[in-house]
């Protein structure tokens, strides 16, 4: 067990609609990271938030948002769902600001992740 | 595009046999690290490897870096069937983005 808690773990929708994504980091954790895995684009990174603050961005479509909360927990927001949306998307959390310098681990803890299915 | 890539794309050996597994990246990096990804689960974290470090053990596993050739390797000794996962490179660069690989899918046949 990871320690970073997803919800839910599936979810079936229609095309057009909307969801929500959740996740709770581990504790004390302040960096939380959003990706989304499929079988032709691969482990694509969409986001990152440190303590409340977006720090980078990755191919994330404008569709897309989230946030992260004051209690550390961050949310995906997906909207006009389109069939390709359909995959396993994952949060990570890690210890803190992670520099990607030698002092630094950059391990990151991942969740099991919510599998969207969009019809 | 992805920043790591993975050779081969898939490894069938037999229980105790060596897997060896190699992933090659485009720009420079801070550290590059490994993960373990069963089916459909999350990927789970093995080793990290920094810039200035050209090999690291954990336990079955080594890890090579080679910053000239931009590559990496993971060997994973005496495999088990347990080891039969996905694994997937993921490269540190300036920054807070961790970019991973396409993955190898190991097999280990009882």
């Known amino acids: 067990d990871s320690g970073v808690t997803q919800t839910p773990k599936h979810l079936i929708t229609a095309t057009g609609q909307r969801v929500t994504l959740r996740c709770s980091p581990r504790?004390?954790?302040?960096?939380v990271y959003w990706y989304q895995q499929s079988l032709d684009q691969g482990l694509q990174f969409l986001i990152q938030?440190?303590?409340?603050?977006?720090?980078a961005k990755g191919n994330i479509l404008e569709r897309f948002s989230a946030q992260q909360f004051p209690d550390l927990h961050s949310e995906l927001n997906l909207s006009s769902l389109e069939l390709g949306d359909s995959a396993l998307y994952f949060c990570?959390?890690?210890?803190?600001?992670?520099?990607?310098?030698?002092?630094?681990?950059?391990?990151?803890?991942f969740g099991e992740g919510s599998r969207l299915t969009v019809l | 595009s992805q920043q790591g890539e993975e050779d081969p794309q898939a490894l069938s050996i037999q229980e105790g046999e060596n897997a060896t597994m190699n992933c090659s990246y485009k720009?420079?990096?801070?550290?590059l690290q490994w993960y373990r990804q069963n089916s459909g689960r999350g990927l789970v974290h093995l080793i990290l490897?920094?810039?200035?470090?050209r090999e690291k053990h954990s336990g079955r596993l080594r890890v090579t870096l080679d910053t000239s050739k931009k590559s990496s390797s993971l060997l994973i000794t005496a495999s088990r069937a347990a080891d039969t996962a996905s694994y997937f490179c993921?490269?540190?660069?300036?920054?807070?983005?961790?970019?991973f690989g396409g993955g190898t899918r190991v097999l280990v046949k009882p």
């Open positions: 938030y440190y303590n409340g603050e977006e720090r």
């Open positions: 990570a959390s890690s210890v803190g600001l992670p520099m990607w310098g030698l002092a630094n681990t950059g391990e990151l803890f």
């Open positions: 993921a490269t540190a660069l300036a920054g807070n983005k961790l970019t």
């Open positions: 504790s004390g954790d302040l960096s």
């Open positions: 720009t420079s990096i801070n550290n």
């Open positions: 490897i920094r810039s200035n470090e």
